[in-house]
């Protein structure tokens, strides 16, 4: 059944000793804002639940190469696999049925046609139910950095020596707060069901399952807490921005550095008629 009533969800994610999120602008260090916050990127975050999605066995369009079940290495190739309706809107339709993601995020399907001018190729954007906004950490981080070196030979015949070093970044404790919403009015054009939530809320409760990297190994990101709201109408009883101002994390003790999660105060004051449920 098509979702029908308003969905935000909040929650909260610790990063020890790891870069949650590099910027590939800044020489891969962990993101931060100008007064010194912690960022994990709406994109990035969305990359982990496409993830999860496929570990489920779901289909996902977008998938990494990586992750890539289908044997389709580029977007185009998988499109065109599947789309292959005459008009915009049936390849639409078939986009949403046929892809989680799709009709989770939406997706702008924009690919050159083949040289055969064939009339199978979609264009056209879809505009998903589920809006996520990036991470931010609850309060300044810490970067570490350091260099590392080479043990082995790239070539045959190189020459090791001190100068073939590398750079790591970490952030030493950070905790971030991750909100979203589902939109029961673009639910309804993308088919986005009940069941589709579930998935949604099981994807975010285990975000970093299967997630382990040289950045970020296993154990060093946990979801520590997470709310989730469900209205009792299509519009909402309250704003978005009002429920997710309704959890307030604060430092128990101001002008320290943050170690662990037990070091915040997180203090949630549940709008009148707006149950919540704590997943964890």
């Not at 589709?196 to 382990?212: P, S």
Request: hydrophobic share 35%; net charge neutral; proline share 4%.
């Amino acid at each position: 059944m098509v979702l029908q009533n308003k969905i935000d969800f909040c929650i909260l994610v610790t990063a020890t000793n790891c870069n949650p999120n590099g910027d590939p602008l800044n020489g891969n260090r962990p993101r931060t804002s100008y007064d010194g916050f912690g960022e994990i990127s709406d994109v990035c975050i969305k990359r982990k639940i496409r993830n999860r999605m496929i570990d489920m066995g779901k289909n996902v369009f977008v998938q990494s190469d990586d992750k890539c079940v289908d044997g389709y290495f580029c977007l185009k190739d998988r499109a065109e696999a599947v789309l292959k309706e005459k008009n915009k809107e049936d390849n639409v339709k078939k986009a949403c049925q046929t892809w989680l993601d799709v009709r989770t995020f939406g997706q702008v399907f924009a690919f050159k046609k083949n040289n055969d001018n064939s009339e199978n190729v979609v264009s056209a954007p879809v505009r998903g139910p589920v809006s996520i906004r990036a991470g931010i950490s609850c309060s300044p981080v810490d970067v570490t950095s350091m260099q590392i070196v080479k043990s082995v030979n790239n070539e045959p015949g190189e020459k090791k020596s001190p100068d073939t070093m590398g750079t790591k970044h970490r952030v030493n404790f950070g905790l971030y707060k991750i909100m979203g919403s589902v939109n029961v009015q673009l639910a309804e054009k993308t088919g986005f069901s009940e069941e589709d939530a579930e998935i949604l809320k099981e994807c975010l409760r285990t975000l970093f399952v299967n997630d382990a990297s040289s950045a970020r190994p296993d154990g060093c990101m946990e979801v520590v807490k997470m709310y989730w709201w469900k209205h009792n109408c299509k519009e909402g009883q309250y704003s978005a921005a009002k429920v997710h101002n309704s959890v307030q994390v604060t430092l128990k003790t101001e002008g320290t550095a943050p170690k662990c999660y037990e070091d915040y105060e997180v203090v949630l004051t549940e709008p009148e008629g707006l149950a919540v449920e704590e997943v964890i």
